[in-house]
């Protein structure tokens, strides 16, 4: 059984930052990629950032380029979104998601359909 689970959401101020965690366990847990959702009220689940493990590239939402920086470490199974220069319409509950199988079959890292698992989700909240 995969669990993701994410941590460190809260109430920030336009402006501030807040650091997300995304934990995964499962015995045999092992990804190719990682990535972070969001969720506004009444709108669509949407793409964020992602990381492919190998070569270790990055992607970002035009929305949130320059300002939030996705990392992690495949071997531990964790993953990190430092978010920067918040604005309050990047108040949203915030979701990791993993891809646990490979890319010889194709696919992305934007779509939802790309990922295996997903966590519970954390609320992000910035104040204007």
């Known amino acids: 059984q995969v669990q993701l689970v994410e941590s460190g959401g809260g109430l920030v101020q336009a402006g501030g930052s807040l650091r997300l965690s995304c934990a995964a366990s499962g015995r045999t847990f092992s990804s190719y990629a990682m990535g972070w959702f969001r969720q506004a009220p009444g709108k669509e689940r949407e793409f964020v950032a992602a990381i492919i493990w190998y070569p270790g590239s990055t992607f970002y939402a035009d929305s949130v380029k320059g300002r939030f920086t996705i990392s992690g470490d495949n071997a531990k199974n964790t993953m990190y979104l430092q978010m920067n220069r918040l604005k309050p319409e990047d108040t949203a509950v915030y979701y990791c998601?993993?891809?646990?199988?490979?890319?010889?079959?194709?696919?992305?890292?934007?779509?939802?359909?790309?990922?295996?698992?997903w966590g519970q989700g954390t609320q992000g909240t910035v104040s204007s």
């Open positions: 998601a993993a891809r646990t199988r490979t890319y010889l079959g194709g696919g992305t890292h934007y779509y939802l359909f790309d990922y295996d698992y």
